[in-house]
């Protein structure tokens, strides 16, 4: 479910980059330069029951931040999105966060106009990242009322299941979705861009553990180039579904196309 985009100047984002890197690799970026990053979030539907992973940026739209590797940042087009679907967000039993990042909690705390957008969920947030909170915060203290902790390995759906994968945050969380005897691992923030798949060692400036992120992201990628396993990568801008194929000189992340059999 598209929500918006973030510019992301690529040396302040994966600060271990190089100029020389991104002259060789112009392929990741935009003409102005920057990382697209998409944002929004991943309906899973079950019957006539939904859960959403993660509820995008919400209603806004802001300019660079020169004090963080941040670009210009939009939100907003999620509803639009989800009525495209047939779907109406009252219908929307739970929204399940990676993290509490807001580019991830938007339209969960944001009024719309006058309530939160997903009025009838709860909200599922891992035991660590809640523990790990800043109370203090506007969109953390409104989501609060409503947030359920989550245990690692818990099922959270029909066929949905949540693990800890902390480094980008201290309780970061992915989902497992399985069913048809395949797997789609929901991996957050764990990867921000397909560079990252070949070059797992490439932390971004905001994880909160470089050092545990980047080994988490060797496993991860590891796990997606095994058969029958999908990635979902909520930033990957227009390529979101995949897989991972190593050799033979190509980008490992190879885009499921847009139909067919995945």
């Known amino acids: 479910m598209p929500d918006g985009v973030v510019h992301l100047p690529p040396r302040g984002w994966l600060p271990d980059t190089t100029d020389d890197f991104w002259h060789a690799h112009p392929e990741y970026l935009d003409d102005s330069g920057h ?86 969920a709860e909200y599922l947030v891992a035991e660590p990242e809640w523990a790990a909170r800043d109370a203090t915060a506007r969109d953390i203290a409104a989501l609060a009322p409503r947030v359920r902790t989550v245990r690692d390995g818990q099922e959270i759906f029909p066929g949905v299941r949540i693990r800890i994968s902390a480094g980008h945050t201290a309780g970061h969380a992915e989902y497992v979705i399985s069913g048809g005897g395949q797997r789609l691992i929901a991996f957050g923030d764990a990867l921000h861009s397909p560079v990252q798949v070949d070059h797992p060692e490439f932390s971004a400036a905001v994880d909160h553990d470089p050092a545990r992120a980047a080994a988490h992201r060797a496993r991860l990628v590891a796990e997606l180039s095994e058969p029958d396993t999908i990635g979902f990568g909520i930033h990957f801008a227009d390529v979101v579904f995949g897989r991972v194929r190593r050799g033979g000189g190509a980008p490992a992340w190879q885009p499921l196309p847009p139909t067919g059999d995945h």
């Open 35 to 120: 990382l697209v990053a998409s944002l929004g979030g991943l309906l899973v539907e079950h019957g006539d029951r939904a859960l959403l992973i993660d509820a995008g940026f919400g209603p806004e739209s802001l300019p660079p931040d020169p004090g963080t590797p941040r670009g210009a940042i939009r939100g907003g087009a999620l509803p639009a999105n989800l009525a495209a679907l047939g779907r109406s967000p009252a219908g929307i039993e739970a929204v399940a966060f990676t993290h509490l990042h807001p580019d991830h909690t938007g339209w969960a705390w944001h009024l719309a106009p006058d309530r939160p957008l997903f009025a009838h």
